[in-house]
């Protein structure tokens, strides 16, 4: 048992230091016409911007659902681990929610803290 962070893709926490330091992070969502793509999975900055160079219409984006949140408190659940979630300011999206959702729903040892900040950074060294 032990206890494991998880935060959403606008904390800019990289896949490999989420990985080193075993954050789990849900991704927000971004559209660019009819195609959705996920906020450091399949969409990287570089890949964004040259979208967005490209693009004749600005993209929109879209907060993770409630099951996005709760695909990975039952993992970690399973694992026996209490959850603290750090998302995005709830006064700038709707991901806050979306998490509370999935811990009303999933129950146990989940806390889910609303940041001040837009971001927030994890120092890797």
């Not at 606008?10 to 009819?34: D, M, R, Y």
Request: proline share 5%; aromatic share 8%; glycine share 8%.
């Amino acid at each position: 048992m032990g206890i494991s962070i998880v935060t959403d893709s606008t904390s800019e926490i990289s896949p490999k230091c989420a990985a080193k330091q075993n954050i789990k992070v849900v991704p927000l969502k971004t559209v660019f016409g009819e195609k959705e793509y996920l906020e450091g999975i399949d969409l990287e900055p570089e890949g964004f911007y040259s979208m967005l160079s490209q693009s004749k219409e600005l993209p929109k984006t879209s907060q993770s659902a409630p099951f996005d949140f709760e695909q990975v408190f039952c993992e970690l659940q399973k694992a026996g681990d209490q959850i603290i979630v750090i998302c995005l300011a709830g006064s700038l999206s709707g991901t806050y929610q979306s998490a509370r959702i999935a811990q009303e729903k999933c129950g146990g040892d989940i806390w889910v803290m609303d940041s001040p900040l837009s971001s927030f950074f994890v120092q890797t060294s």
